[in-house]
């Protein structure tokens, strides 16, 4: 036995002997960013709190 929390786009297609199961009540995360302001700069920073906000946007319907 087994237990594993997967966000629902990943739950589309599962193996054969595999059963996914909705918890009661149902989990959620959060997720945060903190930048420095001179983190802002850098562009490996702003590209990645650029796709934490597109992530938001897409799939915060989900919850």
């Known amino acids: 036995m087994g237990a594993a929390v997967v966000p629902r ?7 054969d002997g ?4 909705a ?8 997720i945060c960013a903190v930048t420095g302001s001179e983190d ?3 562009g ?4 990645c709190v650029d796709a934490l906000t597109a992530a ?5 319907n989900l919850v």
């Open 9 to 15: 786009p990943g739950r589309d297609s599962v193996p």
């Open 44 to 47: 490996v920073v702003r590209a």
């Open 56 to 60: 938001s946007e897409r799939f915060g």
């Open 18 to 21: 595999v059963r996914v199961l």
């Open 40 to 42: 802002d700069e850098r």
């Open 23 to 30: 918890t009661r009540p149902a989990l959620n995360r959060v």
